[in-house]
């Protein structure tokens, strides 16, 4: 079995695992829309349609996943025996979305297809567990990551965490960026069937 965390925060998202040896942040301004970002402001709370923070950590969830099989695949790790991936997660809707299902939430939901769609005749199962704020610092420092001077220095976090020096940094597909955003952005209703067509390499990169 293999270890990762992640988070999110209002303005970005990062997860890590030294176990598959990759890192990853989003700047959620950089990657979806102006109106997603206002949607997931704090300012935005009593909006019909703001968009929660639970909703940000199971994108977290989703991409520590597509990370997770596009590390193995690219590693030729033997997952044959169906290895789990025990996510650690500060968010106990997220936790149990991932691992029950979600009912309260349309977001969650939708994300919910769209993560059993990249499960799908996977080898690699996952479980959500709950960690602290306080012990999910690594993923909690990586996903408050911001911009400095046009652009992102990662170099204080790699010396800060030593640990993830020996990490591979994971992009993320623009495929796979698109379907969350059309889902943020439009409740679009994700396919299964075709997501599952997709290969670990399609979700992204190293």
Known sequence: D????????PW???????????????????TFS????????KECQRDPAYISINVLETVVVIINYAAALCACAIDGVD??????????????????????????SLLGRRLGRLFAGLMWGRELG????????????????????KRESGAFDYSLLLIEFP????????HPSATLLSMIS?????????????IRQL????????
């Not at 640990?163 to 994971?170: E, N």
């Open 2 to 9: 293999f270890v990762a965390a992640g988070d999110a925060c």
């Open 12 to 30: 970005g998202g990062g997860g890590w695992s030294t176990d598959l040896r990759f890192w990853w942040h989003i700047d959620f301004a950089a």
């Open 34 to 41: 102006e109106d997603v970002v206002r949607r997931a402001s």
């Open 79 to 104: 997952i044959s025996a169906c290895p789990m991936l025990l996510n650690y997660c500060d968010n106990t809707s997220a936790c149990s979305w991932i691992n029950k299902k979600c009912r309260d």
């Open 126 to 145: 996952v479980q959500c567990e709950w960690l602290s704020t306080h012990a999910n610092e690594i993923a909690d420092r990586i996903s408050r990551v």
């Open 163 to 170: 640990q993830l020096q020996s990490c591979r940094k994971f």
């Open 182 to 194: 059309s889902v943020l952005e439009s409740n679009a209703l994700p396919d299964p069937l075709m």
């Open 199 to 206: 290969t670990p390499q399609m979700l992204g990169s190293f």
